[in-house]
Nanobody, 117 residues
C-alpha cells in the first residue's frame, strides 16, 4: 500500500523559513513525478512546485525564487524548502505523487503552514 507522510509544517513569522518533507512508502517514488500543492482557507488547491523524474523543476510564480523542491531517491523523500515566507503562504501543504508509467494519483494527508505578520 502506498502512503505519503508529510512533516515539517508549523507556525513561523514572516520572513522565516520552513522545510517540508514527504516520505513515500512502497516502490513508486523512483517512478513518480513529485509535486507540492497547497490549499488556503476558502481557496482552491493550487500547484506550488513540481519535480520530474529527470530532476527538472517548475514553480508557481508566487513562490519562484523563494521555494525550492528537491528529492532524495535513496530516502524516498521529497522536500520543499520555503524561505522568505509571507502571510499569504499560509495554507495546508500536500505532497502528491504521479507514477509516470503505471499511472495513479497519490496524496499525503497535508501539513499546516501558518505565517504570521
Amino acid at each position: 500500500q502506498v502512503q505519503l507522510v508529510e512533516s515539517g509544517g508549523g507556525l513561523v513569522q514572516a520572513g522565516g523559513s520552513l522545510r517540508l518533507s514527504c516520505t513515500v512508502s512502497g516502490s513508486i517514488f523512483i517512478r513518480s513525478t513529485m509535486d507540492w500543492y497547497r490549499q488556503a482557507p476558502g481557496k482552491q488547491r493550487e500547484l506550488v512546485a513540481v519535480m520530474s523524474l529527470g530532476g527538472s523543476t517548475n514553480y508557481a510564480d508566487s513562490v519562484k525564487g523563494r521555494f525550492t523542491i528537491s528529492r532524495d531517491n535513496a530516502k524516498n523523500t521529497v522536500y520543499l524548502q520555503m524561505n522568505s515566507l509571507r502571510p499569504d503562504d499560509t495554507a495546508v501543504y500536500y505532497c502528491h505523487a504521479s507514477p509516470v508509467i503505471l499511472g495513479g494519483d497519490y496524496w499525503g494527508q497535508g501539513t499546516q503552514v501558518s505565517v504570521s505578520s
